[in-house]
């Protein structure tokens, strides 16, 4: 017979169980971030109060709050910015249960961050008109160049949008810096426009200003899950990625429960989140799928390239596309 000491025990562990919370400041779109940790909290109990930031103010709130922390998490950002709050003492390591399953792209070898998502560079291409036109679908990077795609094309500036930049990096480190500049120049009579914004492409595609687009995958991704006759690519040469990341804040009171989002973040469970939540965002484990007709990362060629060579060339690579590319 259970004795009413144990009954008062297991109540007590229950509800420490269910007050726990945790405080995260978000550089996840809010909408996305709203959805993956109320899944979250639905599988843990585990309550969340959400701060949204963009990656740069966050950042600064985190270390202005560093003797004194109001959060738990930092949640979202490129990886890169997880990588300065290491260096700068604002996080601590821990390393999830399921470290194991991510590439050494995807976290951080000491656990001071993990990967939450990727995003790779796609093709958008509407296969309703080119077949119209009597054209194949591209599928490398050298396909594109084709006169046949001339003025077929959308792909932001290398001037304004970090998602060109990332175009540009990818191709110097498949072929070298001057063949890189070479490609660029050879694609640029095929590309109508260049945007401003590194998201316009895809809202191109969908309202059919354009018929092949170029930006990372999530809003392709969008448009075939909303019924539009558009094919997503990955060039078979290979694409550079965005990575996501989320890191422990140093100092949190609450060590146990941000170390269950990190283990929930990473594990099957939680990615299999990405694509039921419809955030169109890439998983980070080879063995969960995107969704239907996605291929999982094991069957995408991903390009990486050195976030510090990218921090310190940055301007002078764009001014010689401005030069070599919009200038030939």
């Known amino acids: 017979m259970i004795s009413r000491i144990t009954i008062v025990l297991v109540a007590l ?4 169980a269910a007050a726990q919370s945790l405080t995260i400041y978000s550089s996840v779109d809010e909408e996305n971030a709203q959805r993956i940790l109320a899944a979250f909290t639905a599988d843990t109990g585990i309550s969340v109060n959400m701060v949204f930031l963009s990656s ?9 709050e560093q003797n004194n922390p ?3 998490v930092w ?3 490129p990886s890169e910015n997880h990588v300065l709050a290491k260096d700068r003492g604002l996080t601590q390591p821990y390393v999830s249960a399921h470290a194991d ?4 792209e995807f976290k951080d070898a000491d656990g001071f961050w993990h990967a939450i998502y990727t995003n790779p560079l796609a093709l958008g291409v509407r296969t309703d008109v080119l077949a119209d036109r009597g054209l194949e679908v591209p599928r490398t ?3 594109l160049t084709d006169p046949a795609y001339q ?3 959308q792909m932001p500036s290398v001037q304004s949008s970090g998602t060109a930049y990332a175009v540009l990096l990818t191709m110097i480190e498949l072929y070298g810096e001057d063949a890189a500049f070479d490609y660029m120049r050879r694609l640029n009579p095929n590309v109508q426009t260049y945007t401003q914004s590194g998201t316009a492409p895809s809202g191109a595609l969908g309202i059919g200003e354009t018929v092949i687009a170029l930006q990372f995958s999530p809003g392709f991704l969008r448009l075939v899950d909303e019924g539009f006759p558009v094919e997503v690519v990955f060039p078979a040469e290979g694409v550079g990625y965005e990575v996501a990341a989320m890191s422990i804040l140093a100092g949190t009171r609450n060590l146990e429960a941000a170390q269950t989002l990190v283990d929930w973040m990473t594990s099957e469970a939680g990615q299999t989140q990405l694509s039921v939540e419809k955030t169109y965002f890439l998983p980070i484990r080879g063995d969960v799928s995107a969704g239907e007709g996605i291929p999982s990362l094991d069957e995408i060629n991903l390009v990486s390239y050195s976030g510090v060579f990218a921090a310190e060339n940055r301007e002078r690579l764009v001014d010689r596309w401005v030069d070599d590319v919009l200038g030939q």
Do not use: K, N, T
């Open 141 to 143: 990077w050298e396909d």
């Open 13 to 16: 562990a229950l509800g420490l």
């Open 75 to 77: 949640f979202g950002a």
């Open 56 to 64: 740069g103010p966050a950042l600064s709130r985190i270390e202005a």
């Open 101 to 104: 399953a991510l590439v050494a």
């Open 70 to 72: 109001q959060a738990d």
């Open 151 to 153: 003025g077929l094309i």
